[in-house]
Nanobody, 123 residues
Framework: QVQVAESGGGLVQAGDSLRLSCAVSGRSLHGYVMGWFRQTPGKEREFVAAIFWSGANTFYGDFVEGRFTISKDTAKRTVYLQMNSLKATDTGLYFC????????????????WGLGTLVTVSS
């Protein structure tokens, strides 16, 4: 089983940057995809970005528009989400998740979730 724990959220102003971290523990991650999702009250969980643990392919939600970068440090077993040019609409609870499903943007394909880290962007 895989466990994940997010950190790095906070209160920033529009235009600022923030880096989220996801510490991963547990079994081997070979074949896993690591994803970031976000959620705001009243809305469904939204796909932000994903990366294969064993490869270099990355995937992003349409709203990212080149502002975010997902990366990993396999030695540290940590996944990062660098967020630049933040907007007020980026406010939300950001979750890290792991899974083996091929439908990468679908949160139902992820089996392990963290508790989330809150990002608040003031305009």
């Amino acid at each position: 089983q895989v466990q994940v724990a997010e950190s790095g959220g906070g209160l920033v102003q529009a235009g600022d940057s923030l880096r989220l971290s996801c510490a991963v523990s547990g079994r081997s991650l070979h074949g896993y995809v690591m994803g970031w999702f976000r959620q705001t009250p009243g809305k469904e969980r939204e796909f932000v970005a994903a990366i294969f643990w064993s490869g270099a392919n990355t995937f992003y939600g349409d709203f990212v528009e080149g502002r975010f970068t997902i990366s990993k440090d396999t030695a540290k077993r940590t996944v990062y989400l660098q967020m630049n040019s933040l907007k007020a609409t980026d406010t939300g609870l950001y979750f890290c998740a792991s899974g083996r499903d091929s439908n990468i943007p679908n949160p139902r394909g992820y089996t392990s979730w963290g508790l989330g880290t809150l990002v608040t962007v003031s305009s």
